[in-house]
């Protein structure tokens, strides 16, 4: 036994350490690939596979019992204990193209053909292709990378000590095995190369994107301009180019909010684009607040104040869809907000429909902070709330699946706070009138709390949700939970690389499937009304 053995032996042991305590901690082996731990089982099966009839030493028998125990328990983990969680869909890589070549170079290249040495050899040739299914997958997953960067790492760092390990040995003990180090400096190659080209990323400045904001001399906007002019949504290295329109009527108020924009003096601002017209607005933009949206009011009835909003974001969907980029990343503020994106990416059909997104992120930074206040912690300690459903009196706060966060512990809320009436009544009543209760204090709509939920939701879909959690936006169904695909609807999401993913396997409670019917109904009947009113505008 060598310093650079055991140094290898210890990060292997790290490494397959790695995954079942990340997947317990996070309840979830979302973003690992399933086949790659087959593979893996499957080498240390057919390497071990002499573990009862050749006795080395107590050390190495132990380490092979060890790791054995270890891969099988990941595996326990991905196919039962965290099943719903897996990402199948992107776990695509056929194994089978690995699983062959290797059973046919151990026929091959052999050093004595017993059935023994040849499964031995052929767990060598295996090992050093079974992280390939991973590096497939890492890409296509919305998950959090860093464990599996760190994963890779530990793997690339014990083959690489290996191999130190076998230079050694050839100058000590004149040991030279030319499959083992062919197969060692192949699995080498192979991981520090998947590392480094997916989780070592150039820093370069792209430069500028563009940001468009309608209704822009409104007072949310003028809440939302400085935050995104000042890095809080995109970062405080990118620039960018900001397109502001408004009718023309309120041009005056829009030339005074350039020019305090001017006077910030802000260095991330490269630009700033006054107009009313859609084409200058929405030419060539990477990201777009849509915040104009006709008042809603008690006199007018509910097909009224859809038909006035059907017809605003018809028309910007259709200027989506000719002037801006195809990645564009839309988000819509304003009552209703699920309906009016609908409509805006039906108008828009060069653009993925999953680029258009609701906002229901301020409803549930209410919900967490009324937690918080209940029980007197901050909101940072409150995770997971979902709020389901309808940009309205309908949505539903759900926090049957958030938990609290205490030191190194956590708690589900319903366990905390131990009060069910207090969580499904009068909780939710609070949450879901908040709105009118801000307008008859301050006599006008949320301004400053929806500019900072709008800078929170566009800035995860920007940079992604951490791992373990979720957060609420209105995307487009996908049959989820029971949701009727295609309308949009809020959902717990996780985020990756600018694409979100619903969260799936989480518990819906009979109360919360009545909940969620009845805003599903409600946006049923909002997408039949919006849609007759486009055929009637089409007539």
């Known amino acids: 036994m060598n310093l650079f053995r055991l140094c290898g032996d210890m990060i292997h042991l790290l490494a397959n350490l790695m995954l079942p305590v990340v997947m317990w901690k996070t309840q979830s082996c979302a973003g690992i690939s399933r086949k790659t731990q087959i593979l893996f089982a499957t080498v240390f099966t057919t390497r071990y596979i002499d573990l009862f009839i050749h006795f080395v030493s107590i050390y190495n028998s132990f380490m092979k019992i060890v790791f054995l125990t270890l891969s099988y328990i990941t595996l326990h983990l991905m196919f039962y204990t965290f099943k719903s969680t897996y990402d199948h869909k992107n776990d695509r890589f056929r194994i089978v193209y690995l699983i062959v070549p290797s059973l046919v170079l151990s026929f091959v290249f052999v050093h004595v053909y017993t059935v023994i040495e040849i499964v031995w050899t052929c767990s060598f040739y295996l090992e050093s292709v079974a992280i390939v299914p991973q590096l497939f997958m890492v890409p296509r997953t919305s998950q959090d990378e860093s464990i599996i960067s760190h994963y890779l790492f530990a793997l690339g760092s014990y083959k690489a000590l290996y191999l130190l390990n076998w230079i050694y040995r050839y100058y000590e003990e004149h040991y030279f095995d030319s499959i083992v180090i062919v197969a060692g400096i192949v699995e080498t190659v192979i991981t520090y190369f998947g590392y480094f080209s997916i989780f070592i990323r150039p820093k370069a400045n792209n430069g500028p994107i563009r940001v468009v904001v309608t209704d822009a001399a409104g007072q949310l906007a003028y809440s939302l301009i400085f935050k995104i002019a000042n890095g809080d949504v995109f970062g405080t290295k990118q620039q960018v180019i900001l397109h502001l329109i408004d009718i023309p009527s309120a041009m005056e108020i ?122 007197r912690l901050s ?161």
């Not at 009313?276 to 104040?305: H, N, Q, W, Y």
Request: charged share 25%; proline share 2%.
């Open 254 to 375: 829009l030339e005074g909010v350039c020019m305090e924009i001017e006077d910030l003096a802000l260095p991330l601002v490269k630009g700033c684009v006054k107009t009313t017209k859609l084409e200058e607005a929405f030419k060539d933009v990477d990201a777009a607040f849509l915040l104009g949206t006709m008042p809603d009011s008690e006199s007018k009835e509910k097909k009224d104040f859809l038909s006035s909003n059907v017809k605003i974001f018809k028309l910007l969907g259709g200027a989506l869809d000719k002037y801006a980029k195809k990645d564009i990343k839309v988000l819509v503020i304003g009552n209703s907000a699920n309906t009016n994106a609908l409509i805006c990416s039906l108008h828009a059909p060069s653009i993925p429909k999953k680029n258009f997104t609701a906002m229901t992120r301020l409803i549930q930074n209410r919900a967490q902070s009324a937690i918080a206040i209940y029980l």
């Open 379 to 539: 909101v940072s300690n409150i995770k997971n709330v979902t709020i389901w459903g309808n940009q309205s009196s309908t949505q539903f706060p759900d926090v049957f699946n958030a938990s609290v966060q205490l030191c190194d512990s956590s708690k589900s809320v319903y366990d905390t706070i131990k009060d069910t009436q207090w969580l499904e009544e009068d909780f939710i009543k609070i949450i879901q009138s908040r709105e009118a209760a801000v307008i008859q204090a301050k006599k006008n709509s949320s301004a400053m709390s929806a500019a900072k939920a709008a800078v929170d939701h566009m800035h995860d879909w920007w940079f992604g949700t951490s791992n373990g959690t979720w957060v609420s936006m209105g995307v487009i169904s996908d049959g989820s939970y029971g949701v009727p695909k295609d309308l949009i609807y809020s959902m717990p999401v996780t985020i990756y690389k600018k694409q979100w993913k619903i969260v799936q396997g989480l518990k819906i409670t009979n109360f919360a499937k009545k909940k969620l019917d009845l805003t599903t109904e409600e946006l049923l009947y909002e997408k039949e009304k919006a849609l007759e009113i486009c055929n009637l505008c089409c007539v």
